[in-house]
């Protein structure tokens, strides 16, 4: 794990109550691939652990936290210039489509308990507009160094649907399964703010590490107070609506998807990535 650098030295004691309190934190993410070609003459278990590492890959990525007192962004670090994840060989092409939600904004109001979050689906602009999920936390006495801070455990477990994608006889089959999983949280009084990365919060410290046994976010840079002000602003595009509305479109598109590229020779993943038999 890569070490936090505190950027910023306060010397005096600080409360999230103080006047002009604001920061940034720096987090990078990794995600497991359930990634499966159920058909050894489409391509062999080599070629299938090297695509999972791509597809791995393409999910490490840096988001930043932008937050005061009250509101926050948490948004993608996107590089100009990136170069596309690809794989050659025995028929198979994985290559990146965009949409990827590198423009995605997700801005919370903890005064309000709300939440805006701007995203698309197959370049189709939404802006959800909902209330901040409430975790059901299990504090921990457990503590762990994060950098320099020290940090606490904390757990919530919930039922979830699981969605695999497999190739059989060259055609997607989507299985959905339901499971209860386990989200541990390490959080730090030091900074006593109930907030944290993508939608996490609830915590009586900033969440510095994220784990849902599928995908890790980690604090790797934390500055406050910095010289330069941060703006933070609430994102403003796309179609208005409820996260369960947007759920129900989501699935529909999903839903389309999955047909669309039955009996073809390809395979759309999701997250901009599509893969291609033949040829």
Same mark, same amino acid.
């Given at each position: 794990?890569?070490?936090?650098? &505190? &950027?910023?030295?306060?010397?005096?004691?600080?409360?999230?109550?103080?006047?002009?309190?604001?920061?940034?934190?720096?987090?990078?993410?990794?995600?497991?691939?359930?990634?499966?070609? +159920?058909?050894? @003459?489409?391509?062999?278990?080599?070629?299938?652990? #090297?695509? =999972?590492? =791509?597809?791995? $890959?393409?999910?490490?990525?840096?988001?930043?936290?932008?937050?005061?007192?009250?509101?926050?962004?948490?948004?993608?670090?996107?590089?100009?210039?990136?170069?596309?994840?690809?794989?050659?060989?025995?028929?198979?092409?994985?290559?990146?489509?965009?949409?990827?939600?590198?423009?995605?904004?997700?801005?919370?109001?903890?005064?309000?308990?709300?939440?805006?979050?701007?995203?698309?689906?197959?370049?189709? =602009?939404?802006?959800?507009?909902?209330?901040?999920? %409430?975790?059901? /936390?299990?504090?921990?006495?457990?503590?762990?160094?994060?950098?320099?801070?020290?940090?606490? *455990?904390? &757990?919530?477990? $919930?039922?979830?649907?699981?969605?695999?994608?497999?190739?059989?006889?060259? #055609?997607?089959?989507?299985?959905?399964? *339901? #499971?209860?999983?386990?989200?541990?949280? /390490?959080?730090?009084?030091?900074?006593?703010?109930?907030?944290?990365?993508?939608?996490?919060?609830?915590?009586?410290?900033?969440?510095?590490?994220?784990? +849902?046994?599928?995908?890790?976010?980690?604090? &790797?840079?934390?500055?406050?107070?910095?010289?330069?002000?941060?703006?933070?602003?609430?994102? %403003? $595009?796309?179609?208005?609506?409820?996260?369960?509305?947007?759920? @129900?479109? =989501?699935?529909?598109?999903? +839903?389309?998807?999955?047909?669309?590229? %039955?009996?073809?020779?390809?395979?759309?993943?999701?997250?901009?990535?599509?893969?291609?038999?033949?040829?």
């Amino acid at each position: 794990m890569k070490a936090i650098f &505190t &950027t910023f030295v306060l010397f005096f004691v600080f409360t999230v109550n103080a006047q002009n309190f604001q920061g940034k934190a720096i987090y990078k993410t990794s995600q497991k691939s359930n990634f499966e070609i +159920d058909d050894d @003459k489409a391509v062999d278990d080599k070629m299938q652990e #090297e695509i =999972r590492k =791509r597809l791995e $890959k393409m999910n490490q990525k840096t988001y930043i936290l932008n937050f005061d007192k009250n509101v926050s962004t948490y948004k993608e670090d996107v590089k100009l210039n990136a170069p596309k994840p690809q794989v050659g060989g025995a028929g198979i092409k994985v290559f990146s489509l965009g949409g990827s939600g590198a423009s995605d904004i997700y801005f919370k109001n903890l005064k309000k308990n709300s939440y805006l979050n701007q995203t698309e689906i197959q370049g189709k =602009r939404f802006l959800i507009k909902d209330k901040l999920p %409430k975790y059901e /936390w299990e504090l921990s006495s457990e503590t762990k160094n994060i950098g320099t801070y020290t940090c606490y *455990k904390a &757990t919530f477990s $919930k039922e979830v649907e699981r969605k695999n994608i497999t190739v059989k006889n060259g #055609e997607p089959v989507e299985e959905v399964k *339901k #499971e209860t999983i386990v989200t541990t949280a /390490w959080y730090t009084p030091q900074i006593p703010l109930s907030n944290g990365p993508s939608n996490y919060q609830g915590l009586p410290g900033l969440i510095l590490e994220i784990n +849902d046994g599928k995908k890790i976010i980690v604090c &790797t840079e934390i500055i406050l107070n910095p010289k330069e002000k941060i703006t933070i602003q609430e994102p %403003k $595009k796309g179609k208005v609506v409820s996260q369960k509305k947007f759920n @129900k479109i =989501r699935k529909e598109k999903t +839903d389309e998807m999955m047909e669309k590229m %039955k009996g073809r020779n390809g395979l759309d993943l999701g997250n901009g990535v599509n893969i291609k038999f033949g040829g």
